[in-house]
């Protein structure tokens, strides 16, 4: 299951919530507040129940995305090198004011904060789960 995304919240879209899988039935807000129906709740108590549960979508549900786009799951467990050099293993990904990084778990225990932007990563490679980065960039090398 993915954390749903607010662009994957739309009618008909089964997500769990709540520990049940239920469909929603209407979208209204914006994508930054998102309100949804969710069948089977009918009423304000209802809904208040629910009031601040995840919401998860099925990969398989989710949108294909285009090139040089990644789901967190897919980033998350990657070796992280520089050239040759291992740098750690991605934790998760960070939502930051101007865009997300990649939050690196170093040998040493550390954490390096990798902006997914081109001066900082130079590729990615889902299926070899290894991504390159520019440690001279990242003020590291």
């Known amino acids: 299951m993915l954390d749903a995304d607010p662009r994957l919240l739309s009618a008909g879209t089964p997500l769990r919530v709540g520990g049940a899988v239920r469909r929603i039935v209407e979208r209204k807000g914006t994508d930054e507040r998102p309100v949804v129906r969710l069948e089977g709740v009918d009423d304000r108590s209802a809904a208040e129940t629910l009031t601040g549960a995840s919401l998860a979508v ?17 980033l998350e467990g990657c070796a992280v090198v520089s050239g040759e050099v291992a740098v750690g293993v991605v934790r998760r990904l960070v939502a930051l004011p101007s865009c997300e990084a990649l939050a690196v778990e170093r040998p040493d225990g550390g954490e390096l904060l990798v902006p997914l932007v081109s001066d900082a990563v130079r590729s990615i490679d889902v299926a070899a789960r290894r991504i390159d980065v520019d440690l001279a960039f990242l003020g590291e090398g």
């Open 58 to 74: 099925a990969i398989a549900d989710a949108p294909a995305l285009g090139p040089g786009e990644y789901w967190a799951h897919e």
